[in-house]
């Protein structure tokens, strides 16, 4: 037993001799800086992938905005037109045309005449609240698949 102690501790000695090497402390230099720059290079391209993610997000965000721009636009230039006036003038003041004749109809009477849709068509299925949100997505889709309604 005292001869695998005095063993191990002489390779301990030439572990502690080979650490005083130049070259081992050269190599281990240079795997420290190695690492040091591999960190940095993942720390960079991260840092390059998220700038360029949020670049992304932003010039969506532009491109929407500017559609929306070009839709009030069109909608500016509609309102603008006499067809749009023509109709504003019927709708808020209630003239009309030179001939036309205005008939107003009573509500009781142009509801009487209306076709009711079928309950479950009226308003979309409901699923409860009360369930976790990955349960009620998946009812919802069972629902849709299998054209039922268990709200």
Not at 27 to 51: C, E, H, P, Q, R
């Amino acid at each position: 037993m005292l001869t695998k102690i005095k063993q191990y501790q002489k390779k301990l000695e030439g572990v502690g001799n080979s650490l005083r090497d130049t070259r081992v402390l050269g190599m281990l230099l240079f795997l420290v800086i190695a690492l040091m720059v591999s960190w940095s290079s993942v720390k960079a391209i991260d840092t390059n992938y998220g700038l360029q993610k949020q670049i992304s997000e932003i010039q969506q965000q532009n491109a929407v905005q500017q559609l929306a721009n070009e839709n009030q636009k069109l909608e500016n230039e509609y309102f603008n037109t006499p067809q749009y006036l023509d109709i504003a003038a019927r709708q808020d003041f209630g003239l009309a045309l030179p001939g036309e004749k205005i008939l107003l109809v009573p509500q009781t009477v142009a509801m009487t005449h209306t076709v009711m849709l079928p309950q479950d068509m009226a308003k979309p299925p409901s699923i409860p609240k009360s369930k976790p949100a990955y349960q009620r997505h998946f009812q919802a889709w069972m629902d849709f698949f299998f054209h039922s309604s268990n709200g």
